[in-house]
């Protein structure tokens, strides 16, 4: 690529900055106390708007008071390119639906070092490599961080280890079944981070 080439990107980029809408000016965060505190917990927050009215608003995350603050999402891949999910039974949709791996990222623990770990308890599954590829808001009203990540070389050659109320089958599937796993409505959960890590595996 020329440098003619490489400025006309950037003036284009800038155009395009440049009719861009400005945002909204961010709320101010008054005070916050604690809510419900379970598994969940859920924070009251009142926040000033721009225009000097307040607001109440719930957030939530897991486990807070553990120091527990952000979790992780595994996209594994065997040597043969097939996907490993786990079918498993999930409370709030009241039926087994399909997984990505993943779970809670210990406080103080390197995200990478709990996909790894999850990946294996919860499939028995170890991996040659494992790479954060970013991480998003688990909702709008979330103050729960989850990461993503690809774990490639993946084989069943761990120890799954189950928490006590999980029941996590592991299930291969194509990239194709995968998919087809993420457009069936209520066919599984955690598709925006499934998305997310295959978009970076160059799979979509």
Known sequence: MN????GSAAADSAAAASSRPGDPEPWVLLDEEPGFNRFLTVNLRRY????????EWDVFGPKSADGITSGITVLPITPE???VTIRMFRAGPDRVVTNLPGGLVEAGEDPAVAG???LEEETGYTCE???????QWSSASSIYRKYVAIARGCRPDGKQALDEFEDCVPVELTVDEFRTELRTPGAMTGIDASYLALDHAGLL
């Open 116 to 118: 790894a770990r999850e």
């Open 3 to 6: 440098d003619s080439v490489v």
């Open 48 to 55: 000033r708007l721009p225009d000097g009215r307040e607001v």
């Open 81 to 83: 390119g097939r996907i």
């Open 129 to 135: 490599s494992l790479e954060v590829v970013g991480w």
